[in-house]
């Protein structure tokens, strides 16, 4: 049985997100979209719950594609298939997506009042999308679910957003279809020069890695050049942050809180596709894009403490959170890609944190700027504690997960630039100030505001996201053994590929009677026919 | 003396038998072709029986139930005759007047499906009521007729009664509204820049004429295109300029946004739809020959001006206009520059089956989206004016959220956003692009494709992000009562999502032989 659901679980955490979106398009909408929240809710516990199902049968000793599953696509001249599976790199990021789409829903019975089934149609076709994007292994089913993903976000933040929110989603829209469109041209050509060289077309990721390592350099270095632009934009990478701070501002209090994981999207894509796929390239231009990302990290925590704008704060605080990411993964060893791996978690609980704490405020007062409040500390003191253990999140105190995150990535940074990192240090020291500056406005000082007085109580489920949380944030600071046990095997392959410059390798495996054997193909049976 | 007259006499009696043998034989076709054009001839049988309809109705304005009866149905058998119908080999009939081959057949279902498609919108809104007139109907049948014998022509005089067929009807559709100076307008351009188009796709053929005696485009192998023989390269650059004129290829692009502005939306949609469809069949057609060797770099230099102007072009003017049918004109403009993409590559290697599978994918695509996207804006046009301006569609999702959906689907598609068709044929376009070496083409495309998603995005922030103001369209239904349009619509959104998500097995799984006349050495080599 177990292995039944294994066969099949990835294909269905893709669709029946999609599938709950359909009967919530069926059903008609009255006054309240209660019913529609209520199946909505029910369909994302459901979700995460079959999403446990990959932690509890994930063979944590192995690098292979697990749970794999193969279903011809376009016809099979073309080699363009639908293959999906998970190594320890996507599955935590499965399980993160899964646990704060129940998030997203929970907060859109308070704040989503117009269209709400729209909303949540376009919601769970963005929990597809995401899920879709961690785990399909052919890149021209990357490429969809990739641009799909923008979509749903497209019409969240036009529709729901705040007042300058076409702009904001234009933008966001643009840019993001911009770098991938360009990515698609790189992942075609790749497609292209394996059929070519083997005269079989595929688009599996597995039969490209080991065509693209063996590109001549300055070919690798262009198809790089533009995969990783694609993923740097979204990522955001330094020079092309200016969509994120927009975007964050006029985006419903919903995607916020998703935010988080959405921009690990881009850098999943990183390593799975800038590394992987061109691990010569990747080397070659790794300094170079170090000191971007140390830009991004100094910048970003620079600007973050000039604004006033609490969403403002949170879109350069992550640009300067994901400047780590990136320096982590651009390092290449094992402690800094564990690391990166790491704080993608870390950043996301922590940011959905904030994000959530913040939506809170925003409800009470409408306002973003953080001199309209202070003195929470003595009307909210729940509220408060939430808030101080979400910045020390963010902060990377230790016993915070995060802490952990950016320890290694400094760690393994000073091995591979010990200059570089000890910049990026700094941004450590910069990151407390601006978040430090924001506890201080927000929760202490004097209430100046009469409405900051009086005492407004959290919300259940605002309690329930806010202690999962929290507890997250210490359960990551001091039980980091068991989720590097999972990844690190995945992590140190990625690491060979990427010092010694060769070809990822990896295999589609699904567990049979508790041992990974490989998938057949049906491309390589008629390989074997021929 | 009298052996000499025997010999004259049997001499002409061999003459006259094997001029009967390959009448019978060869010439006069075979009862096969009867069953397998039966689309053509049922459309142009059909245009004759509206057009006889039409002089017994009573008052020529109003629109003529019988006839379009008979239009539906004769469109509705043509296409689906080419559907069921199933050849075992490509025939030629009529020398290589008709060549019923794969392509040919598909050509046939999508044109009649299209033609029916576009009868049976116009019937259910109220602008497209005029367009139900006999002599009007007539006109649709023997225009889709004319596209028909395009698509099926091998050679260059069927092809080129099929063209003059479609225009002239077209011209007339065009303008069918005498009094409005717009319609007028258009059709006037329309006309004189398609009759100067057709002068030079005629001098073109006139040139290839003499240089290779045979206007069969079989035999245009023997087409040199190097400098030194003028007279075939020209012939051939002209033949070409003739042929992009109808698919609205920048420089030759002016007519488009009059035209498709000036004309009723269900006509604009067929036009952009099947007039382009079926041009891009007669241009593999023709590109899928081999020139005499090594001299195709001045074609592929031709089709890669043509693709980046029209890309270009398209992608930016939309950025400026307001009027919903003009922006779709400028997209069309751009659209037809990826197509572009698909004929350099053929006119680099003819035996590419990936630029084919890529421009017959693409073309079936973008007739797909192009009927649904005009559809909807007659949708939207239906008691109110014509003509509409982005500002009008002002809060439309929250009114007819179904045909905002659908347009924003075409939309995306048209932007080439997956789940929507429009990814696969853009893949498969840069795929053959790529196949060939047009790298730098490509970067082209999808940095202007970047470009017009502006435009196709604002119509949507029109649509779902703004609230309704005082220009926004006016419509009495407030709720979405139209539920034959509904249906067409749905119809279409369907099959562009279903393409998107299946991919282009029809393109991929064709057959791309193209049938061959049986004694073609009537020229020496």
């Given at each position: 049985?177990?292995?039944?659901?294994?066969?099949?679980i990835?294909?269905?955490?893709?669709?029946?997100p999609?599938?709950?979106?359909?009967?919530?398009?069926?059903?008609?909408?009255?006054?309240?979209s209660?019913?529609?929240r209520?199946?909505?809710?029910i369909?994302?516990?459901?979700?995460?719950?079959?999403?446990?199902?990959?932690?509890r049968?994930?063979?944590?000793?192995?690098?292979f594609?697990q749970f794999?599953?193969?279903?011809?696509w376009?016809?099979?001249v073309?080699?363009?298939n639908?293959?999906?599976?998970?190594?320890?790199?996507?599955?935590?990021?499965?399980?993160?997506s899964?646990?704060f789409?129940m998030?997203?829903?929970?907060?859109?019975?308070t704040?989503?009042?117009?269209r709400?089934?729209?909303?949540?149609?376009l919601?769970?076709?963005?929990?597809?999308?995401?899920?879709?994007?961690?785990?399909?292994?052919?890149?021209?089913l990357?490429?969809?679910?990739?641009?799909?993903?923008?979509?749903?976000v497209y019409?969240?933040i036009?529709?729901?957003?705040g007042?300058?929110r076409?702009?904001?989603t234009?933008k966001?829209f643009?840019?993001?279809?911009?770098?991938?469109l360009?990515?698609?041209?790189?992942?075609?050509?790749?497609?292209?020069?394996?059929?070519?060289?083997t005269?079989?077309y595929?688009?599996?990721i597995?039969?490209?890695?080991?065509?693209?390592?063996?590109?001549?350099?300055?070919v690798?270095?262009?198809?790089?050049?533009?995969?990783?632009?694609s993923?740097?934009?979204?990522v955001?990478?330094?020079?092309?942050y200016?969509w994120?701070?927009?975007?964050?501002?006029?985006?419903?209090?919903?995607?916020?809180?998703?935010s988080?994981?959405?921009?690990?999207?881009?850098?999943?894509?990183l390593?799975?596709?800038s590394?992987?796929?061109?691990?010569?390239?990747?080397?070659?231009?790794?300094?170079?894009?170090m000191i971007?990302?140390?830009i991004g990290?100094l910048?970003?925590?620079?600007?973050?403490w000039?604004?006033?704008?609490?969403?403002?704060?949170?879109?350069?605080?992550?640009?300067?959170?994901?400047?780590?990411i990136v320096?982590?993964?651009?390092?290449f060893?094992q402690f800094?890609?564990?690391g990166?791996?790491?704080?993608?978690?870390?950043?996301?609980?922590?940011a959905?944190?904030?994000?959530?704490?913040?939506?809170?405020?925003?409800e009470?007062?409408?306002?973003?700027?953080?001199?309209d409040?202070?003195g929470?500390?003595?009307t909210?003191?729940?509220?408060?504690?939430?808030?101080?253990?979400?910045c020390?999140?963010?902060?990377?105190?230790?016993?915070?997960?995060?802490f952990?995150?950016e320890?290694?990535?400094?760690?393994?940074?000073f091995?591979?630039?010990?200059?570089?990192?000890?910049?990026?240090t700094l941004g450590v020291?910069l990151?407390?100030?601006?978040?430090?500056?924001?506890?201080?406005k927000?929760?202490?000082?004097?209430a100046?505001y009469?409405?900051?007085?009086?005492?407004v109580?959290?919300?259940?489920?605002?309690v329930?996201?806010?202690?999962?949380?929290?507890?997250?944030?210490?359960?990551?600071?001091?039980?980091?053994?068991?989720?590097?046990?999972?990844?690190q095997?995945t992590?140190?392959?990625?690491e060979?590929?990427a010092i010694?410059?060769?070809s990822?390798?990896?295999?589609?495996?699904?567990?049979?009677?508790?041992?990974?054997?490989?998938?057949?193909?049906s491309?390589?049976?008629a390989?074997?026919?021929? | 003396?009298?052996t000499?007259?025997?010999?004259?006499?049997?001499?002409?009696?061999?003459?006259k038998?094997?001029i009967?043998?390959?009448?019978?034989n060869?010439?006069?076709?075979?009862?096969?072709?009867y069953?397998?054009?039966?689309?053509?001839?049922?459309?142009?049988?059909?245009?004759?029986?509206?057009?006889?309809?039409?002089v017994f109705?009573?008052?020529?304005?109003?629109?003529?139930?019988?006839s379009?009866?008979?239009a539906v149905?004769?469109t509705f058998?043509a296409s689906?005759?080419?559907?069921?119908?199933?050849?075992a080999?490509?025939i030629?009939f009529?020398?290589?007047?008709v060549l019923?081959?794969q392509?040919?057949?598909?050509?046939?279902?999508?044109?009649?499906m299209g033609?029916l498609?576009?009868?049976l919108?116009?019937?259910?809104?109220?602008?497209?009521?005029h367009?139900?007139?006999?002599?009007?109907?007539s006109?649709?049948?023997?225009?889709?007729?004319?596209l028909?014998i395009?698509?099926?022509?091998?050679?260059?005089?069927?092809f080129?009664i099929?063209?003059?067929i479609?225009?002239?009807?077209l011209?007339?559709?065009?303008?069918?509204?005498?009094?409005?100076?717009?319609?007028?307008?258009?059709a006037?351009?329309y006309f004189?820049?398609g009759?100067?188009?057709?002068?030079?796709?005629?001098?073109?053929?006139?040139?290839?004429?003499?240089?290779?005696g045979?206007?069969?485009?079989?035999?245009?192998?023997?087409?040199?295109l190097?400098?030194?023989h003028?007279?075939?390269l020209?012939?051939?650059?002209?033949?070409?300029?003739g042929?992009?004129?109808?698919?609205?290829i920048?420089?030759?692009?002016?007519?488009?946004?009059?035209?498709y502005?000036?004309?009723?939306s269900?006509?604009?949609?067929?036009?952009?739809a099947?007039?382009k469809?079926?041009?891009?069949?007669?241009?593999?057609?023709?590109?899928?020959?081999?020139f005499?060797?090594?001299?195709?770099?001045?074609?592929v230099?031709?089709?890669w001006i043509?693709?980046?102007l029209?890309?270009?072009i398209?992608?930016?003017?939309?950025?400026?206009?307001?009027s919903?049918?003009?922006?779709?004109?400028?997209?069309?403009?751009?659209?037809?520059?990826?197509f572009?993409?698909?004929?350099?590559?053929?006119?680099?290697?003819?035996?590419s089956?990936?630029?084919?599978?890529?421009?017959?994918?693409?073309?079936?695509?973008?007739?797909v989206l192009s009927?649904?996207a005009?559809?909807?804006?007659a949708?939207?046009e239906?008691?109110?004016?014509?003509d509409?301006?982005k500002?009008?569609?002002s809060g439309?999702?929250?009114?007819?959220?179904?045909?905002a959906?659908?347009?924003?689907v075409?939309?995306f598609?048209?932007?080439g956003?997956?789940?929507?068709a429009?990814f696969f044929?853009?893949?498969?376009?840069?795929?053959?692009?790529?196949n060939?070496g047009?790298i730098?083409?490509?970067i082209?495309?999808?940095?202007f494709?970047a470009v017009?998603?502006?435009?196709y995005l604002?119509?949507?922030?029109?649509?779902?992000?703004k609230?309704?103001?005082?220009?926004?369209?006016?419509?009495?239904?407030s709720v979405?009562t139209n539920?034959a349009?509904?249906t067409?619509t749905?119809?279409?959104?369907?099959?562009?999502?279903?393409?998107?998500?299946?991919g282009?097995?029809?393109?991929?799984?064709l057959?791309?032989?193209?049938?061959?006349?049986?004694s073609?050495?009537?020229?020496?080599?």
């Open positions: 049985m177990a292995d039944f659901i294994s066969h099949y990835l294909s269905i955490l893709i669709f029946f999609l599938v709950a979106a359909g009967v919530i398009f069926l059903i008609p909408s009255k006054e309240t209660q019913v529609h209520n199946i909505a809710m369909a994302v516990v459901v979700e995460f719950i079959l999403s446990l199902h990959l932690i049968y994930f063979f944590s000793g192995s690098s594609f794999a599953q193969f279903i011809p376009l016809p099979k073309t080699g363009v639908y293959i999906v599976g998970v190594d320890g790199l996507s599955l935590s990021l499965v399980l993160l899964t646990t789409c998030f997203g829903v929970m907060t859109s019975y704040t989503i009042k117009v709400s089934k729209a909303f949540l149609i919601f769970l076709m963005l929990e597809s999308t995401i899920i879709g994007v961690f785990t399909s292994l052919d890149v021209v990357f490429y969809v679910f990739w641009e799909a993903s923008l979509i749903p019409f969240m036009g529709i729901w957003g007042k300058q076409i702009h904001a234009l966001f643009i840019y993001g279809v911009a770098g991938s360009l990515m698609l041209v790189a992942l075609i050509y790749l497609y292209y020069v394996h059929g070519k060289g005269g079989i595929s688009s599996n597995l039969d490209l890695y080991s065509t693209a390592a063996n590109l001549p350099f300055p690798q270095s262009w198809l790089f050049l533009a995969v990783t632009l993923f740097g934009i979204k955001p990478i330094f020079p092309f200016s994120l701070p927009d975007a964050y501002e006029q985006s419903p209090a919903i995607y916020t809180i998703m988080g994981v959405i921009l690990k999207l881009a850098a999943y894509g390593i799975r596709f590394v992987c796929l061109f691990p010569q390239a990747a080397s070659h231009y790794a300094t170079a894009i971007l990302a140390v990290i910048y970003g925590a620079l600007i973050a000039q604004q006033t704008n609490i969403r403002r704060i949170m879109a350069f605080s992550s640009l300067s959170h994901l400047g780590f320096l982590g993964i651009f390092a060893n800094s890609l564990q990166a791996l790491y704080q993608m978690l870390n950043h996301a609980i922590t959905g944190a904030l994000f959530i704490l913040f939506n809170f405020l925003y009470r007062r409408k306002s973003f700027d953080i001199n409040f202070g929470l500390a003595s909210m003191p729940w509220f408060s504690l939430f808030f101080i253990i979400a020390m999140g963010a902060v990377a105190l230790p016993s915070t997960g995060s952990v995150g320890w290694l990535i400094l760690m393994g940074a091995q591979a630039a010990p200059i570089i990192a000890s910049i990026a020291i990151g407390a100030v601006y978040i430090l500056w924001i506890a201080y927000v929760i202490f000082g004097t100046k009469s409405e900051n007085v009086h005492v109580k959290l919300r259940n489920y605002e329930f996201q806010l202690v999962v949380l929290s507890g997250f944030i210490f359960v990551l600071g001091f039980a980091a053994t068991p989720i590097m046990e999972h990844t095997t992590l140190l392959r990625i060979k590929t010694q410059k060769i990822y390798e990896s295999r589609l495996v699904q567990s049979v009677h508790g041992r990974l054997v490989p998938i057949q193909l491309s390589d049976a390989q074997g026919d021929k | 003396m009298s000499s007259n025997f010999a004259l006499e049997q001499l002409q009696l061999s003459i038998h094997s009967q043998a390959r009448l019978m060869e010439i006069l076709p075979h009862y096969h072709f069953i397998l054009a039966l689309p053509i001839l049922l459309l142009l049988v059909g245009a004759l029986v509206t057009m006889i309809l039409g109705t009573s008052n020529p304005i109003k629109p003529s139930k019988y379009w009866y008979v149905f004769v058998i689906v005759s080419a559907i069921v119908s199933h050849i080999e490509p030629a009529l020398g290589s007047g019923i081959d392509i040919s057949l598909l050509s046939f279902a999508v044109i009649g033609t498609f576009t009868l919108a116009a019937s259910a809104s109220n602008i497209g009521q367009l139900l007139r006999s002599e009007l109907l006109l649709l049948l023997f225009s889709s007729a004319g028909m395009m698509c099926a022509a091998g050679e260059f005089i069927s080129f099929g063209l003059e479609t225009s002239v009807s011209y007339v559709l065009v303008g069918y509204q005498r009094k409005d100076l717009r319609a007028i307008e258009a006037v351009k004189l820049l009759a100067t188009a057709a002068a030079v796709l005629l001098m073109g053929a006139a040139l290839i004429y003499a240089s290779i045979s206007l069969r485009f079989a035999d245009f192998h023997l087409l040199n190097s400098a030194k003028p007279f075939s020209l012939g051939l650059f002209l033949l070409i300029c042929l992009v004129f109808k698919l609205a920048a420089p030759f692009h002016s007519w488009a946004p009059d035209v502005q000036g004309a009723n269900h006509l604009t949609g067929y036009m952009a099947l007039v469809f079926s041009v891009a069949i007669v241009l593999m057609r023709i590109l899928s020959t081999e005499v060797n090594g001299t195709n770099t001045n074609l230099t031709l089709f043509f693709g980046v029209s890309i270009a398209g992608s930016l003017y939309g950025l400026i206009h307001n919903i049918k003009r922006m779709l004109a400028y997209s069309s403009i751009a659209n037809a520059g990826y572009c993409l698909a004929f350099a590559s053929l006119a680099t290697n003819p035996n089956l990936a630029a084919k599978q890529a421009l017959v994918s693409y073309a079936i695509i973008y007739t009927l649904g005009f559809t909807v804006i949708w939207f239906d008691t109110n004016r014509e509409l301006l500002e009008e569609l439309i999702g929250a009114k007819k959220p179904f045909a959906f659908a347009l924003s075409f939309l598609g048209f932007a956003i997956p789940p929507v429009g044929g853009k893949f498969f376009l840069i795929l053959s692009a790529v060939e047009f730098g083409l490509s082209i495309l999808v940095v494709s017009s998603l502006y435009y604002s119509i949507m922030v029109e649509m779902w992000f609230p309704q103001s005082r220009y926004s369209i006016q419509n009495s239904q979405e539920s349009l509904k067409l749905l119809v279409a959104v369907i099959a562009a999502l279903l393409i998107g998500f299946l282009p097995r029809f393109a991929v799984n057959n791309y032989v193209q049938a061959v006349e049986k073609s050495a009537m020229v020496k080599k």
